[in-house]
């Protein structure tokens, strides 16, 4: 079992004027849930891991942590309490509850009034992949949603297929397109593979503009532009990229291999719109 973890400032004061930070724990059913407040002052390692221990006569197996801002402070706490903490974005039911959390605040005697995203992470510009990594060419396509299962299974060496973002969990029809980008990556198949999996992939959104592009979002608030294009046809293909996303309740994939053949794959990454 694993907690889903959130240590942040919250739009409120106690008596002293002193800005609260909030605690959050919670299990994926929302069966489990725990809240304490923290004078910032205090917010440290050290109180989260006394807090976390007194949540529960049992510690999960691990905590789950989305805000790049509390991160390291929660991977200390781990620490202390032997604790394995995983940094990622999917942790939707504690986000639900944090929505839920804000009118909470608001009742609050030492609410400020300030402007104030339960959501909100820092985004940082997008940067290119490098060049030492790109592959030989790439492009969109797609697969039934029922074809998706047996990418794992096959042989290659990177995969990622999380079980909530399986087409079954999320009732998908198995002729259901699902979209995706495929990189032949030649020579560099096995490096640009190996370079993915260590950002932990979570989302290729197209962004039309001038020109257009694909920017892949990994790990918690990391952006990388993956390809930039003006081809009329390519933005019609991209157009009917995001057109599926919609319809497949935002999931998609990124596939890496050495090339079209389709005999030999690198990596295969189920995604799914955050």
Known sequence: MFWQVDF????????????LWELL???????FQFQA????????????????????????EGLQVFRPESLSLIEAAGQQLGVAVEATRRVEPLKRWLLKRVESYRQHPGYTGDAYDPLAV????????????????????SLPAGEIEDFA???????????????LHLALASTQAVPGVVIDGGRQSLPLARWLESLNPVAINFIPGAPNGLILEAGLADRWVLATFDDPEVQAAAQVYRQRQQQ???LHFLLVQPDDAGVTHTGFWLLQLA
Do not use: Y
Not at 8 to 19: A, D, W
Not at 153 to 167: A, G
């Open 8 to 19: 942040f400032r919250r739009p409120v004061c106690n008596e002293s004027g002193e800005v």
């Open 37 to 60: 407040w923290c004078p910032q002052s205090q917010a440290n390692a050290d109180w989260i891991a006394a807090q976390l221990q007194q949540a529960s006569p049992s510690l999960p």
């Open 153 to 167: 299974t096959r042989p290659m060496r990177f995969r990622s297929i999380p079980e909530p973002l399986r087409p």
């Open 25 to 31: 724990a919670c299990d994926r059913a929302l069966t």
């Open 248 to 250: 497949s309740k935002g």
């Open 122 to 141: 820092p985004r940082p510009a997008p940067i290119p992949v490098p060049d030492r990594l790109w592959g030989d060419r790439w492009r969109f396509a």
